[in-house]
Every structure is written in C-alpha cells, then in structure tokens.
C-alpha cells in the first residue's frame, strides 16, 4: 500500500521561509513523477511544480524562482523549499505520486495524472 506523508507546514510572515517534506512507502519511488499541489479556501487545486524520477523541475509561474522542489531517492521523501513567501501561498499543501505503470495522460499540472496523494499540511502566511 502506498502513503504519502506530508510534514512542514505551519505558520509563517510573509517574507519567511518553510520546507515541506513528503515521506513515501510502498511504491518504488525513485522510478516515479512526484508534485506539489495547493488548495487555498474556496478555491480548486492547483499544480505548484513537479520533479521526475531524472530531477528535472517544473513550476508554476508564481512561485518560479522562490519554490525549489527535490527529491532524495535514497530517503523516499520529496521536498518543497519555499522562499519569500507571501499571503496568497496560504493553502494546504499536498504531494502527490504518479505510479510509472499509470495509464493516464501524462498531464503533468493536471491532478488527475496523479496515483496517490497525501492527506495535506497547512501553510499559512500572515501579512
């Protein structure tokens, strides 16, 4: 059975800086696409970056350049390096896993390409 654990959030001002970690178990990680995505209150889910199994990064144009997203095979954890936050990064935040047997279109911001998924960490930026 796979689990994705998210760890890190919390509260922070704007400005700061937070690291989120995703554990995983029961897949064979180093061979799968991991993301990011957020959910702010009242609005949909929304795709943050993605990193392959290769380390090759991709962001959303609002957080390029301030989140870095990496991965250590070795650990089995993704991590979300976020810098210079500001309030409208406040949103729970989850990771997701795309098992490499999927056979769903490869659309890499589009959580439905997505296997498993974390149950979320809160992050909440004040002003």
């Known amino acids: 059975q796979v689990q994705l654990v998210e760890s890190g959030g919390g509260l922070v001002q704007a400005g700061g800086s937070l690291r989120l970690s995703c554990a995983i178990s029961?897949?064979?990680?180093?061979?799968?696409?991991m993301a990011w995505f957020r959910q702010a209150p009242g609005k949909q889910r929304e795709w943050v970056g993605y990193i392959t199994r290769d380390g090759y990064t991709k962001y959303l144009d609002s957080v390029k350049g301030r989140f870095t997203i990496s991965r250590d095979n070795a650990e089995n954890t993704v991590y979300l390096q976020m810098n210079s936050l500001k309030s409208d990064d406040t949103a729970v935040y989850y990771c997701?896993?795309?098992?490499?047997?999927?056979?769903?279109?490869?659309?890499?911001?589009?959580?439905?390409?997505?296997?498993?998924w974390g149950q979320g960490t809160q992050v909440t930026v004040s002003s």
């Open positions: 997701a896993l795309r098992d490499r047997n999927s056979q769903k279109p490869w659309i890499y911001s589009d959580y439905a390409s997505y296997t498993y």
């Open positions: 029961g897949s064979s990680f180093s061979d799968n696409a």
